[in-house]
């Protein structure tokens, strides 16, 4: 079949990347020990701060934000560590493997990929370790694959209740720039992001946002560490540089979509994204399907997971809106592999894209011959624009 148009990429990252980002990196690579290029750097090294809502430094990588997982892992802790982390779904089980292969002990917190991380199990694990051999509590804030947010002040709050010292690590790859996230106010030691969701921009670039407990927990840690260590870029940094080639046009990228968050405002950015996401879950519920999340607290407002009903595919319902609509959903990974479907509603994106969305979606949903309900795009432009109510005569 031969489209016209655009093609709609409606996965949870990465995401649609705007004009303006896409036309700042397209010019000439400057020279990255230049001048020039220091006064970009410091620029986008303090301009990322308020992103993270922290005043403590932000170091960026070049690599994805499993490289920013690594880099957080080796620079705080040592072979041998305990740590607690939860099963909250396949980003949290590839980032527990990663943890298992650097020679942490892992206490992993089981979960059905239904829920966010359970304080309650970590409440019991901190209050029956009298010898603090926890060394970190290490979380997902916003789970990718199940469309699930776990509470991260939570976390924290029960380390300080137990005066616990663990280090609190949050993995913010698909929250950051979109779903409301304090680092300084939370608590976290380490956050760790990428470049290829609410920043709006393509992959290639990570980062770790650190606190003054990571920088101690870094003088002692004991992990091998070369290219992601710390220091060696704290350093650098403060004249404008790096001690590896950064990645030059992507920075361009990056400086644009801190300017474009801020002209918008981030409390605007969060509330967009949020009604986003409501509208997509009322649609959801008009088709009679079932979203992955089972408590409301915890939906995800940059990505909505379903379930298929019982028989039927949903890597076939994938394919078919693909081939008709060119339009590309999120797969259902590990567990949920051909038994959800992801729609991806983060990042530049407005509210005629989601009602395109949500058409291409039910339209999928009539030729894959899948059962649901119709009136699932009614349902969202309802919630984006509700009928006023009409007075009664003579009032």
Request: with cysteine.
């Amino acid at each position: 079949m031969i489209h016209t148009g655009r093609h709609f990429l409606q996965i949870p990252g990465p995401t649609n990347c705007p004009d303006r980002i896409l036309q700042a990196m397209a010019r000439p690579t400057i020279d990255h020990r230049s001048p020039e290029f220091a006064e970009l750097a410091i620029e986008v090294l303090e301009g990322i701060r308020p992103i993270f809502n922290t005043s403590g430094p932000v170091i960026i990588y070049p690599g994805s934000g499993s490289g920013a997982w690594e880099a957080a892992i080796v620079n705080t802790l040592s072979p041998g560590d305990r740590v607690v982390m939860f099963e909250t779904g396949q980003f949290a089980d590839l980032w527990r493997r990663m943890a298992e292969r650097l020679g942490l002990v892992v206490d992993y917190v089981p979960g059905d990929w239904r829920l966010g991380a359970d304080l309650d199990s970590l409440e019991t694990r901190v209050a029956a370790d009298s010898n603090h051999e926890i060394k970190a509590v290490m979380a997902v804030h916003n789970e990718t694959s199940t469309g699930v947010t776990s509470n991260v002040a939570g976390l924290r709050r029960l380390l300080i209740q137990a005066h616990h010292p663990a280090l609190l690590i949050v993995d913010a790859i698909s929250s950051l720039a979109a779903i409301d996230y304090r680092h300084d106010e939370w608590g976290v030691d380490v956050t760790i992001a990428g470049s290829q969701k609410g920043l709006m921009m393509p992959p290639g670039m990570s980062f770790n946002a650190i606190s003054d407990k990571a920088l101690r927990a870094h003088e002692s840690a004991r992990m091998p560490r070369a290219y992601w260590d710390w220091q060696d870029i704290l350093k650098q940094n403060k004249k404008g540089f790096f001690p590896y080639t950064p990645p030059t046009n992507l920075l361009y990228g990056l400086r644009e979509s801190i300017q474009m968050l801020n002209q918008e405002g981030l409390p605007n950015v969060f509330r967009r994204h949020t009604r986003h996401a409501e509208a997509t879950r009322a649609a959801v519920r008009a088709w009679g399907l079932e979203i992955v999340c089972e408590r409301p607290e915890e939906y995800s407002n940059t990505v909505t997971a379903v379930f298929m009903p019982e028989g039927h595919s949903a890597d076939y319902l994938r394919r078919v809106i693909l081939e008709n609509f060119d339009m590309s959903l999120g797969a259902g990974l590990a567990k949920l592999q051909d038994k959800a479907f992801r729609v991806g509603h983060l990042g530049s994106f407005n509210d005629l894209m989601l009602v395109g969305t949500l058409g291409g979606v039910e339209l999928g949903l009539r030729l894959a011959d899948v059962p649901h309900r119709e009136g699932g795009v009614m349902a969202a432009l309802d919630r984006l624009c509700p009928i006023p109510a009409k007075s009664s005569p003579g009032a």
